[in-house]
């Protein structure tokens, strides 16, 4: 794999309950050259996005107390600009895209997901910063309430 090239190291945090995902997803991305903090469920993953400067944050989509939506709101509450990527493995059967889950990528935890997850992150350290329109955060929100009441 290629690293990214950089002045300074990227930071990356990164959340999903699965100890297991948590360490191969940290290894894929520390041999692109960056620096990876993890969380092992959405509480702790909005904790420490709140006490510190990333980049990019990775989150898993089912996690307990606070799944990777909810999780995604309240950090466009916090930073509309922050540059988010969902796994999930019920992509399709969920129908969970960009627009409804106020993600900048949604990838498919799949045998691809490790080249989808590379390319992601450099997409979006390459992407200069924008404002997520505020219906992102308000579309998002409204997927997992609606996710919830059907569940």
Same mark, same amino acid.
């Given at each position: 794999?290629?690293? !990214?090239? #950089?002045?300074?190291?990227?930071?990356? %945090?990164?959340?999903?309950?699965?100890?297991?995902?948590?360490?191969?997803?940290?290894?894929?991305?520390?041999? %692109? &050259?960056?620096?990876?903090?993890?969380?092992?469920? &959405?509480?702790? &993953?909005?904790? /420490?996005?709140?006490? =510190?400067?990333?980049?990019?944050?990775?989150?898993?989509?089912?996690?307990?107390?606070?799944?990777?939506?909810?999780?995604?709101?309240?950090?466009?509450? /916090?930073?509309?600009?922050? /540059? !988010?990527?969902? %796994? #999930? =493995?019920?992509?399709?059967?969920?129908?969970?895209?960009?627009?409804?889950?106020?993600?900048?990528?949604?990838?498919?935890?799949?045998?691809?997901?490790?080249?989808?997850?590379?390319?992601?992150?450099?997409? %979006?350290?390459?992407?200069?910063? #924008?404002?997520?329109?505020? &219906?992102?955060?308000?579309?998002? /929100?409204?997927?997992?309430?609606?996710?919830?009441?059907?569940?």
């Amino acid at each position: 794999m290629i690293k !990214i090239p #950089s002045a300074r190291p990227f930071k990356i %945090l990164l959340v999903d309950d699965n100890p297991d995902g948590l360490l191969v997803r940290r290894l894929l991305l520390e041999e %692109l &050259g960056l620096e990876v903090e993890t969380a092992l469920d &959405g509480e702790e &993953g909005l904790r /420490r996005f709140e006490s =510190g400067k990333f980049d990019v944050v990775v989150t898993d989509y089912r996690m307990p107390r606070m799944n990777g939506i909810e999780m995604i709101v309240k950090i466009r509450e /916090r930073d509309a600009a922050a /540059r !988010i990527i969902l %796994l #999930s =493995g019920f992509v399709e059967p969920l129908g969970l895209n960009e627009k409804n889950t106020g993600a900048d990528a949604v990838i498919a935890k799949t045998s691809s997901e490790p080249a989808m997850l590379a390319r992601s992150v450099k997409r %979006l350290l390459n992407r200069v910063p #924008s404002r997520k329109p505020a &219906g992102a955060a308000r579309a998002a /929100r409204s997927a997992v309430t609606t996710r919830a009441n059907a569940g």
